[in-house]
């Protein structure tokens, strides 16, 4: 197989789009380093701290209801370009916001591109892979969003550490890496948006959106590099436009016929429930989290650098063993360490201090936290939402399944600090645990094994033409 289909053509292709999931992590997590400053600065009481957080996750519902739509229209290639238009108008917006209105309208803006780019760039990669590598190569694009995590993470312990010696002749310069850093933590992205917009123009749009619109001639260019054998591109080309024949017509009705309907709520399940087991959480409030218990800022800003280290390496792991081991798999065994790190995490927040137990314990469980939920829910849940659905609704679909995801993102959001203060730390991080139960069962009883399947054969299944999947 390795000698037919252009592995690295294709590993090439995916790395490009997902550069917009390093935009997507870096955007999210650089958040977690902003708040208590920006708080003190615009003197924010807690809901206003949650809007902070909550605007960009607003821009990101905007962004996934125009995404799916948009990539069907007018491609995936032109839908990635406006995603990185849109996070550099952002990141330099942020730097230079005169107040804060305009500090929340940026942060939308962001959010507008971190939404599309969560469906644009899983569609674009699972489109252009062969399938005994698709699984590898959308956790690519999680890899990206955990090295975005990590880059924000020590771009703010970096410029923290920076602000407290730095001056200079420019007071813009000063202002915005010294007396009010959080505008170089959120603007330096600005410069891997850049990147990214001019990079796009190096790969080819997705051959299977060119098939849906006649486009035959430009899609076998681009199967031809993939896969340099004649008979599978007449065979894959052939097989694409099978599927399409026997579809209706692309549109929101179709999501609500009875064959498709229930692979959209599925997705739509998946999505929202793995934001209510506190990833989110972990990543927006993590500094905050760990001052509550004692530590530093500075501290707990390098506390979360490496939960950033375990998030990018677990997410190579699972990219490495998820073709093989299969998704389903990956979710039991992660989401049971998930549920034991949580209660873990609970108990200390509830007893810690009575029983003399130092942050090194809170540590070590977070970080095991980390390393189950990257190795899991986090590594596959674009794998599962990017092959689960028919070629013609995928872009719709997905839309769907990247709103629940964002609304669920947005309420973690928005309720964390509510939670944290009403719930206490405990009773937060027990209800993660007992959230993590329903998606578990959901995955066991209603998800098949897409590992080594063809996005053919998957959609094949779903519709009940051809059971070929157990």
Not at 61 to 78: C, L, Q
Request: with cysteine; proline share 2%; charged share 15%.
């Amino acid at each position: 197989m390795s000698k037919t289909n252009n592995i690295g053509y294709v590993a090439f292709l995916s790395i490009v789009a997902a550069l917009g999931g390093f935009l997507f992590g870096y955007d999210t997590a650089v958040i977690s380093g902003t708040i208590s400053k920006v708080a003190g600065q615009f003197e924010l009481n807690t809901l206003q701290s949650g809007w902070y957080v909550g605007s960009a996750l607003v821009g990101s519902i905007m962004g996934v209801m125009a995404a799916g739509a948009m990539s069907d229209k007018i491609g995936r290639k032109k839908t990635m370009l406006i995603s990185a238009t849109l996070f550099t108008i952002s990141a330099i917006g942020c730097a230079l916001s005169g107040n804060w209105d305009q500090l929340v309208i940026f942060r939308i803006i962001g959010g507008i591109g971190i939404g599309i780019v969560s469906i644009v760039c899983p569609i674009y990669i699972s489109e252009v892979s062969v399938a005994s590598h698709r699984g590898r190569m959308v956790s690519l694009y999680q890899l990206a969003i955990t090295i975005g995590f990590l880059g924000a993470y020590l771009m703010n312990y970096y410029l923290l550490n920076l602000s407290s010696t730095f001056s200079s002749s420019s007071l813009l310069l000063t202002q915005i890496l010294g007396t009010e850093v959080w505008r170089g933590m959120l603007g330096a992205e600005a410069f891997p948006a850049i990147v990214f917009f001019m990079i796009i123009f190096l790969i080819p749009e997705s051959p299977r959106w060119l098939i849906t619109k006649g486009k035959e001639s430009g899609a076998r260019k681009t199967f031809d590099l993939i896969y340099r054998d004649k008979a599978k591109v007449n065979f894959q080309i052939n097989e694409t436009k099978q599927m399409l024949q026997s579809e209706e017509k692309a549109n929101w009705k179709l999501l609500f016929q009875p064959n498709t309907f229930r692979i959209v709520l599925i997705g739509a399940a998946i999505a929202i429930l793995g934001q209510f087991m506190g990833v989110n959480a972990v990543l927006y409030y993590g500094p905050t989290i760990f001052e509550s218990s004692g530590l530093s800022s500075g501290d707990s800003l390098f506390y979360q650098s490496l939960i950033g280290i375990v998030n990018m390496g677990t997410t190579i792991l699972a990219l490495l063993i998820i073709d093989k081991v299969g998704r389903k798999k990956l979710v039991y065994f992660g989401v049971s360490g998930m549920i034991v790190s949580l209660l873990a995490i609970g108990v200390y927040f509830m007893k810690g201090e009575a029983w003399g137990v130092s942050n090194t314990f809170l540590l070590v469980f977070f970080l095991l936290y980390m390393f189950f939920t990257a190795g899991s829910i986090s590594a596959v849940i674009f794998v599962f939402l990017s092959e689960m659905y028919p070629t013609k609704i995928r872009g719709l679909a997905m839309s769907v399944a990247g709103l629940s995801l964002w609304i669920g993102t947005y309420l973690i959001g928005q309720l964390t600090p509510w939670m944290l203060e009403n719930l206490t730390s405990a009773g937060t991080f027990f209800l993660f645990a007992g959230m993590c139960i329903p998606y578990m069962l959901i995955v066991w009883k209603l998800m098949p094994e897409t590992a080594g399947k063809s996005l053919e054969d998957i959609e094949r299944f779903w519709l009940k033409q051809k059971p070929i999947l157990k």
